[in-house]
């Protein structure tokens, strides 16, 4: 087989992804898509007293997309969600080994899933959400 541009662990968490699916009972939800390329990402968070217990997602998107939020979920747990947010798209994809150039923006919907599933989770709580939605205006497709 080909080797291709993508590292193993790219590939290992393309074939078999970690944390694939809903939560039913989720402290926040978070939904992102990208325009361009119409891949929608799915984010499921269980959070008790601010520290992410379970994560889950769920991709409609390309192999990047699907190894780097599968990489995202496993990132989380267990971690505060001030941690999370720390979280970036390039942390997401330095720990798979790195990503082709051409498909850092599918890292990029990784991390808007994470910050819009704790959005959520402090909309619903009635808290201030203590961050802004980031630009992502700049990056190529
Ligand atoms: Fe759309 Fe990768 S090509 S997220």
Redesign the pocket.
Known sequence: MEQGPYSEKVMDHFKNPRNVGEISDASGVGNVG?AI?G?VMRMYLKIENDIIVDAKFKTY??G??IATSSMVTEMVKGKSIEEALKISNRAVTEALGGLPPI?M??SV?AEEALRSALKDYYQKQGRPVPFKDKEHGGHEH
């Open positions: 990208n390329c891949d998107g390309c990047a997309a498909k923006h599918c919907l």
